[in-house]
C-alpha cells in the first residue's frame, strides 16, 4: 500500500469553489465527535508531521488556502490514520467560505 493510500491525503479546497457565489473555501474546522484509544489522527505530512488526535470535544481548524489569495495552501494536505482500536471515529467538517451567501 502506498503512503498517500493508508493516509487517505486530500486538500479540503475545491477549485469549483471558486466560481460559485460563495468563493473559495478558505478555512476547515473539523470537531472530533469521540474518542479513539489507538490510531486515527488526522495527520498532516507537510506541517513538520503534525498530528492531531482524535478526542471528543476537540477541534482543529486549518487555512484551506494562501494568506490574501485563494490559492491553495498545499502546506495542508492532511489523511487520517487508520482506527486500530474497536472503537469508531466520528467527526464534523465545517467550511468557511470567502463570501458569505
Given at each position: 500500500?502506498?503512503?498517500?493510500?493508508?493516509?487517505k491525503?486530500?486538500?479540503?479546497?475545491?477549485?469549483d469553489?471558486?466560481?460559485?457565489?460563495?468563493?473559495?473555501?478558505?478555512?476547515?474546522?473539523?470537531?472530533?465527535?469521540?474518542?479513539?484509544?489507538?490510531?486515527?489522527?488526522?495527520?498532516?505530512?507537510?506541517?513538520?508531521?503534525?498530528?492531531?488526535?482524535p478526542?471528543?470535544?476537540?477541534?482543529?481548524?486549518?487555512?484551506?488556502?494562501?494568506?490574501?489569495?485563494?490559492?491553495?495552501?498545499?502546506?495542508?494536505?492532511?489523511?487520517?490514520?487508520?482506527?486500530?482500536?474497536?472503537?469508531?471515529?466520528?467527526?464534523?467538517?465545517?467550511?468557511?467560505?470567502?463570501?458569505?451567501?
Amino acid at each position: 500500500l502506498s503512503l498517500a493510500f493508508i493516509l487517505k491525503i486530500h486538500n479540503n479546497n475545491n477549485r469549483d469553489h471558486v466560481d460559485r457565489p460563495q468563493g473559495a473555501r478558505i478555512l476547515t474546522l473539523y470537531f472530533y465527535l469521540s474518542d479513539v484509544r489507538e490510531g486515527g489522527e488526522t495527520y498532516f505530512p507537510k506541517l513538520n508531521n503534525v498530528k492531531v488526535k482524535p478526542k471528543k470535544g476537540r477541534a482543529v481548524l486549518w487555512p484551506s488556502v494562501l494568506p490574501d489569495t485563494i490559492l491553495e495552501d498545499e502546506r495542508t494536505v492532511h489523511g487520517s490514520y487508520p482506527v486500530l482500536s474497536e472503537d469508531k471515529k466520528y467527526g464534523a467538517n465545517a467550511f468557511i467560505h470567502l463570501r458569505n451567501t
